[in-house]
């Protein structure tokens, strides 16, 4: 549902599948509407409860404050006001897939958003990108870093403000052989989109520069006591004096 005040309405019709250019503004020196709906995990989900998220909060706060200043000062976008609506994603897929058909569809009065923003984690902006695809329409995310996304034939309208975890797993490995001069490696990742992914790449450059991959484990986000121990006596088995861990907090 809307997680914060709506924005004041466009009155622009909204944009025809696979429009990628900019807003047109007729007749010339009019004042386009640019309509951005907003994904921000608000809540997530830990056990049956949903628990709130300050990181989600400030983030959305950041970007309201963004376009307060922008709407404030005609500098800085000229013949331009930015309009917007605001959902929760509650760092789910099943959450994030139904208020992105929304902001596709029947946000902004049924005019629909020009563009997405947001999405946080990279599974659930992979699946807002699923939908927003079919509607050509755009999505920027300022946090999911999964290589996946890399792929402009799978998500053509697709971009983002931070680097793929491509650059961050080749970083890591190289920092390992060349400044720790370690050659082997134990990986432990989570089986979701951003910690599987990360672990591929970090994995991939490892081999690259001859480190032994001596043992891999996938787990799931939030493994019981149980779980968590049998991994760490595998580990201990293992030869190997560095293990990279690639999982969520808590």
Do not use: W
Not at 97 to 106: K, R
Not at 237 to 247: E, I, P
């Amino acid at each position: 549902g809307l997680a914060t005040r709506q924005g004041e309405v466009s009155t622009f019709s909204v944009k025809p599948n696979g429009y990628t250019g900019s807003t047109v503004c007729s007749p010339k020196g009019a004042t386009a509407t640019l309509k951005i709906g907003m994904l921000f995990p608000m809540y997530s989900l830990d056990g049956t409860e949903h628990v709130y998220s300050s990181s989600g909060h400030n983030n959305m706060v950041g970007a309201l404050m963004a376009i307060e200043e922008i709407n404030a000062n005609l500098d800085l976008l000229p013949n331009t006001k930015l309009t917007y609506e605001v959902y929760d994603t509650k760092h789910d897929p099943g959450t994030i897939i139904p208020n992105t058909f929304y902001l596709a569809t029947d946000s902004f009065n049924g005019k629909g958003a020009d563009v997405v923003v947001g999405g946080a984690y990279s599974g659930p902006t992979i699946a807002s990108h699923n939908v927003l695809k079919s509607f050509g329409t755009p999505q920027m995310s300022y946090s999911a870093t999964s290589p996946l996304l890399s792929d402009t034939k799978e998500y053509p309208y697709f971009l983002r403000t931070v680097p793929s975890d491509a650059f961050q797993g080749k970083a890591i490995a190289q920092f390992l052989k060349d400044d720790l001069e370690y050659t082997n490696v134990c990986v432990v990742h989570g089986d979701d989109a951003y910690n599987a992914n990360l672990a591929a790449a970090f994995i991939y450059s490892s081999l690259e520069l001859g480190i032994t991959v001596v043992k891999t484990i996938e787990t799931n986000v939030k493994p019981t006591n149980k779980q968590a121990a049998d991994y760490i006596a595998v580990l201990k088995q293992a030869a190997c004096r560095v293990v990279f861990l690639s999982l969520h907090s808590g």
